[in-house]
């Protein structure tokens, strides 16, 4: 199967302010002491930090790192982004349809419209 048209999926923040150009010098060290402390906010914002380069190195399994984290809580934003993650081949450069799915398919289960979209996307590409 194709990477859905050939495009890098975004992946989604759990928090827009994310983006602030204010935030990018103090802001990585904050969060990520409070994901190592187990606020699954911050495990999520610290991972889109790391898969975005936003204020800190793009650092792809520092990403997976702290979404599966997360995502193994439940968190239905950082199990969206992991199967974003598979779906771009973000995890060990490969591309992974079935994990993608089965992360996509716990956020759907949750009511997370973005995952119960991306799932229909990837059934009508099959």
Do not use: H
């Amino acid at each position: 199967m194709k990477n859905l048209n050939d495009k890098r999926l975004a992946y989604l923040p759990i928090d827009e302010s994310i983006e602030s150009p204010a935030n990018k010098e103090f802001y990585p060290d904050l969060v990520e002491a409070e994901a190592e402390r187990g606020i699954f906010k911050s495990m999520c914002t610290i991972a889109y930090m790391y898969a975005k380069g936003l204020g800190v190195k793009q650092d792809y399994e520092k990403a997976f790192k702290w979404f599966l984290e997360a995502a193994e809580s439940g968190q239905a934003n950082a199990q969206y982004n992991l199967g974003v993650m598979y779906i771009n081949g973000d995890v060990k450069n490969k591309t992974d349809y079935k994990k993608a799915c089965r992360w996509l398919r716990k956020a759907a289960e949750q009511d997370f419209e973005q995952a119960k979209q991306l799932l229909d996307r990837i059934n009508t590409a099959e």
